[in-house]
């Protein structure tokens, strides 16, 4: 049964560090590629990276870029975001989803999702 469960997230303030996970189960990451996207009140859902089978990456999202940084640990089968620098606006629910093949920044794409973690900056 494949399952993706997010963790990690909760309330920091501006500034402020979290460094989310995604734990894979019933697939592994040396067949799979996986994305993080984030979803805030009333907005559509947002690619903010993705990290592939190959341990390539790519940075959907300028707005966080040169913060944020994908990172995997096969070993444990577990993807994590790393976010420095938070920001009020960076506040949304961040899921992790799970496709075969490679990268896309399009939700549709993407077979699994985890329930989400919420982050919230706020001072």
């Known amino acids: 049964q494949v399952q993706l469960v997010e963790s990690g997230g909760g309330l920091v303030q501006p500034g402020g560090s979290l460094r989310l996970s995604c734990a894979a189960s019933?697939?592994?990451?040396?067949?799979?590629?996986v994305g993080w996207f984030r979803q805030a009140p009333g907005k559509e859902r947002e690619a903010i990276s993705c990290i592939d089978s190959s341990d390539g990456s790519i940075d959907y999202s300028d707005s966080v870029k040169g913060r944020f940084t994908i990172s995997k640990d096969n070993a444990k089968n577990t993807v994590y975001l790393q976010m420095d620098g938070l920001k009020t606006e960076d506040t949304a629910v961040y899921y992790c989803?799970?496709?075969?093949?490679?990268?896309?920044?399009?939700?549709?794409?993407?077979?699994?999702w985890g329930q989400g973690t919420q982050v919230t900056v706020s001072s």
């Open positions: 989803g799970g496709k075969g093949s490679f990268c896309s920044p399009r939700p549709g794409r993407y077979s699994y």
């Open positions: 019933g697939f592994t990451l040396d067949y799979y590629a």
